[in-house]
């Protein structure tokens, strides 16, 4: 089974651009969440998908920060204009619907330096 | 959301097992205790979830006492491939809230 995908791995933006990460899910993962992890921190949920709608946005700093999951599969965050503390390891994550909704599969992240 | 309380770090050699606690004193009726672990340039891979008693599966065991104020991961003879960050989660829904973590290092 292939696990969540991201890309890209790693960016360099200079501060004012804007970026923009991609997921996939696992197959029949319904569930698809954002997280946001700074360096000596635990990951922080940005933003929660059932399907193609949004669950929990209230973490999501939606002056700059946004995120579509269109057809209910991948998904892209994007970050406009992009600022120094948004340097971070983004990290994508999908759960299957049922007993074990709890489990989340992680991709392996995308690393943002911003400059 | 229970807040939880982990040790920063642990340190511990190859073969021993060890033993992290979490201590969750407003843990609710309806949240469940979760487990994560994290190497490092990876994503939080999940361990192990419990709501009560004793939890075993083929990576660790997790151990709830009857007033679930706190609980107790354990790695049974950890190697050097344990080294990594371990998380502690209480919750009830989806949404995790990830603290800062124990790191367990392990030498040989």
């Known amino acids: 089974e292939a696990g969540v995908a991201q890309s890209p791995r790693y960016k360099i933006i200079e501060k004012r651009q804007s970026v923009a990460f991609w997921c996939n899910p696992i197959s029949g993962h319904a569930t698809l969440y954002w997280y946001q992890q700074i360096l000596g921190q635990g990951p922080k949920l940005l933003i929660q998908f059932q399907n193609n709608g949004v669950v929990d946005d209230s973490q999501l700093p939606k002056d700059r920060f946004s995120a579509e999951r269109l057809k209910g599969v991948d998904s892209t965050l994007k970050i406009q204009p992009a600022k120094l503390e948004d340097s971070a390891v983004y990290l994508c994550a999908s759960s299957a619907p049922g007993p074990r909704l709890y489990e989340q599969y992680f991709g392996p992240g995308t690393r943002l330096t911003v400059t | 959301l229970a807040k939880t309380t982990q040790p920063i770090s642990m340190d511990s050699y190859e073969g021993q097992e060890v033993n992290i606690t979490c201590s969750h004193n407003n843990i609710a009726t309806n949240d469940y205790i979760t487990w994560y672990q994290q190497f490092p340039s990876q994503g939080p891979r999940f361990i192990i979830q419990?709501?009560?008693t004793k939890v075993t599966n083929e990576v660790a065991s997790l151990f709830i006492p009857a007033d679930r104020k706190s609980s107790t991961l354990s790695l049974p003879r950890v190697s050097l491939s344990d080294t990594a960050v371990y998380y502690c989660?209480?919750?009830?829904?989806?949404?995790?809230?990830f603290g800062k973590g124990t790191t367990l290092s392990v030498s040989s």
């Open positions: 989660l209480v919750g009830a829904g989806t949404a995790l809230i």
């Open positions: 419990g709501y009560k």
